[in-house]
């Protein structure tokens, strides 16, 4: 049986699998077990922000491998010590917790908003926005603004509503006296890689002070160095009181954070939460040696990578009149079109281009954030060609 049989034979199918084996990747590049090589223009869903297989990660990763992988939260890790420290000097927050995935950020992050908000009036409800995408456990589920995740799964866990995305009066509408926090993506990533306006945020940020309300950002796609500055919500001048990481933290390796500021810090108290795994000493030290390499100089490359492959973009919307609009923020770019993107994808991949699409009209581009000119121009051209076709 080959390995195609034997997932289909054996897995739950909860996975639209592309034609795509992979044995090896490198850097921005994933070769499949033919040997053909292929550009990879979507690391892992924004996993892979330093590219695959990156030295400082593994050599990281492999001393703390060969120290101890595993010891319980119920004593002292170093490398999970070190990171919470390091985490928090990256310019945000006063107190972390670790867990293994967005969801789970996520999660937490709910559950300090209930907490609070219960001692707080008895306040529970949450406010999040239609297409938003939160994650698969229940509560993250509940949160995500999209029918189509709920409809197999409801009744849903209490109690979620959802406002319009950059629009504050649609949020003013829903404020009700049991409302405990705001929710959002900085850029709407499953949503169709929309980002929010300084406006907006702003409002949001008032709306929270004005009613004791906590604002909760998810940072999970669009943070980690994503859009050029280490979390999104630092492009605009404001902040949440708690934000969430997961996908790239350790650029590869499972794990997540959920990061509180004052208003946040001391909700949760001994037996609150906690995790087996989160926080793992192995994911911890694989973080450390993404943090140190993602410097203002690395940031900053972002930067400029971003505007050279909008530029290139911008050229090729010229061209095709298929392309209603550029959007994004840093490398976390979408090519709207007036069309389904589904069989541009899988032509992409046959010529060698990893891409990926949201909402059935938006090419999805999250290529890891050590790519080049060559890399954008080579990906360009690849789009170029199926397009004329
Ligand atoms: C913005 C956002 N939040 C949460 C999640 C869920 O993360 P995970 O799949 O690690 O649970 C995702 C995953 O795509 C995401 O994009």
């Known amino acids: ?46 996993v892979c922000n330093l590219g695959h297989s990156h030295p400082a990660v593994i050599k990281a990763a492999k001393k703390q491998l060969n120290d101890f992988a595993h ?29 293994n995935s967005g969801a789970e950020a996520n999660e937490c992050a709910i559950k300090i908003a209930r907490k609070r908000g219960l001692e707080n009036g008895g306040r529970y409800e949450i406010i999040s926005f239609k297409k938003s995408f939160h994650g698969r456990t229940l509560a993250a589920l509940a949160a995500t603004g999209q029918e189509k995740f709920h409809a197999p799964f409801k009744p849903m866990i209490e109690k979620f509503v959802f406002a319009d995305f950059n629009d504050i009066e649609s949020v003013k509408n829903l404020i009700s006296d049991k409302t405990c926090a705001i929710m959002a993506e900085v850029i709407q990533g499953e949503g169709g890689i929309a980002a929010a306006n300084a406006e907006f945020l702003k409002g949001l940020r008032q709306i929270c002070d004005e009613n004791n309300l906590l604002l909760i950002f998810d940072e999970i ?17 404001i902040k949440p009181d708690i934000a969430t990481l997961a996908k790239s933290l350790a650029n590869g390796l499972p794990l997540a954070a959920t990061i509180a500021q004052e208003k946040a810090e001391d909700i949760f108290h001994y037996g609150d939460h906690g995790s087996t795994f989160g926080g793992n000493p192995v994911s911890c030290a694989a973080a450390l040696a993404v943090l140190k390499t993602m410097d203002a100089k690395f940031l900053n490359n972002v930067l400029k990578m971003s505007k050279y492959l909008r530029e290139q973009l911008a050229q090729l919307a010229k ?51 050590t790519i080049t000119n060559k890399d954008a121009d080579a990906a360009v051209k690849i789009l170029d060609e199926v397009l004329n076709q």
């Open 1 to 46: 049986m080959n390995i195609k049989q034997t997932e289909e034979q054996y897995f739950m199918k909860t996975y639209k699998r592309a034609d795509l084996i992979v044995k090896k990747a490198k850097n921005q590049f994933i070769w499949d077990t033919s040997g053909k090589k292929y550009l990879d223009f979507f690391s892992g869903i924004s």
């Open 71 to 99: 010891i319980s939260n119920l004593y002292y890790a170093p490398s999970q010590i070190e990171l919470g420290k390091e985490l928090i000097k990256k310019g945000f927050g006063k107190r972390v917790f670790f867990s």
């Open 221 to 237: 796609q669009c943070g980690m160095g994503r859009t050029g500055k280490f979390y999104a919500f630092q492009n605009f001048d």
């Open 319 to 369: 061209k095709h009149n298929c392309i209603k609009e550029i959007l994004g923020i840093g490398l976390m770019l979408g090519i709207a079109l007036d069309k389904n993107g589904k069989d541009i994808v899988g032509a992409c991949l046959k010529k060698g281009l990893i891409i990926n699409c949201v909402q059935d009209t938006i090419i999805r581009l999250l290529p890891p954030l």
